[in-house]
């Protein structure tokens, strides 16, 4: 069975006595590397190592347990022999859990056990993601198999009819605008030039509490503007509107300004007029004054 998989390179290195064979897994950045015991249809058992460890820390653990499972040892991304994140990606807990994710896929696992050292360990109990989180990952995995919306070509008036259906907050005037430099000439027409992964779920989220706590720390002057038909229309649910509605009014307990505009989420674009000013006040009064004033204090002690 493993290998019919498709993108599974199963590569036998050891004896028959010790049934080891080396695994190697396509991603978009290179390879998942990791080590394999046990028989073919064997009970899945994916093993997660610790931090800067690699999949040998299973090498003298798993010939202990149980012949009738089949043991899969990944080397998480950077670790061991797998490919190193690009440039700039940071090695976050949800991008382990992707890799496991992908690892699972490639498999074509539906149930198996975990077992996880340390840090792998840690990486096992996120696999119990919220809905929000797995949907992300899902649209991930999904989105790596296709390649023709990567790749689709437009005309000029096509873009912007798509841009238009996808942000009906634009006018025709910004959409123009934004395709400025969100298109890119190729050969017979022009294709988006935005990585099309920024449209899948946000799988990175925090708590209330840890959003109030952050904003707690907030030192500077701030002016929230909100729109009549922006967010506050979009977030429906009452566990949104609780989330929003504790945020504003954290604003207001330390003295920040929030104020309401008419208009909707692009308001700041589709009519500047109406945000201009209050911004700019809020410059002239909370910053500009302020470091003329220290200029001036700085000036007097010459």
Not at 29 to 46: F, M, T
Not at 61 to 80: N, Q, S, T, W
Not at 200 to 208: G, Q
Not at 228 to 249: H, N
């Amino acid at each position: 069975m493993m290998r019919a998989l498709k993108g599974v390179r199963h590569l036998h290195t050891g004896t028959m006595k010790q049934a080891v064979s080396e695994l190697s897994i396509p991603v978009p950045w290179g390879e998942i590397r990791g080590k394999v015991w046990g028989p073919d249809h064997g009970h899945p058992v994916l093993c997660l190592h610790g931090w800067a460890d690699n999949c040998g820390t299973f090498n003298t653990f798993i010939p202990l347990l149980p012949k009738e499972c089949r043991y899969v040892a990944m080397d998480l991304a950077g670790h061991g022999q797998s490919s190193h994140r690009r440039p700039g990606v940071f090695y976050s807990f949800p991008s382990y859990v992707m890799d496991v994710r992908r690892v699972i896929d490639a498999m074509q696992w539906n149930k198996f056990s975990i077992i996880g050292h340390s840090m792998g360990g840690n990486i096992a109990g996120l696999n119990e993601m919220p809905k929000v989180m797995r949907q992300g990952m899902d649209e991930m995995l999904q989105f790596e198999k296709k390649t023709e919306e990567k790749t689709r070509v437009y005309t000029y008036a096509k873009a912007v009819e798509r841009l238009l259906a996808a942000n009906p907050s634009l006018s025709v005037q910004s959409v123009r605008m934004l395709l400025e430099r969100g298109l890119v000439q190729v050969e017979g027409g022009v294709v988006f030039s935005r990585d099309f992964r920024i449209n899948l779920k946000n799988i990175v989220r925090i708590s209330l509490e840890q959003s109030l706590e952050m904003q707690s720390r907030i030192q500077a002057s701030v002016l929230v503007i909100l729109a009549e038909s922006g967010f506050e229309k979009i977030f429906a649910e009452p566990d949104q509107k609780k989330f929003t509605s504790a945020l504003l009014q954290g604003y207001r307990d330390r003295n920040h300004t929030v104020v309401t505009v008419p208009g909707n989420h692009h308001v700041h674009l589709n009519n500047p007029e109406v945000v201009a000013p209050l911004v700019s006040d809020f410059l002239q009064t909370k910053v500009l004054s302020q470091l003329a004033r220290l200029k001036n204090e700085q000036t007097s002690k010459l």
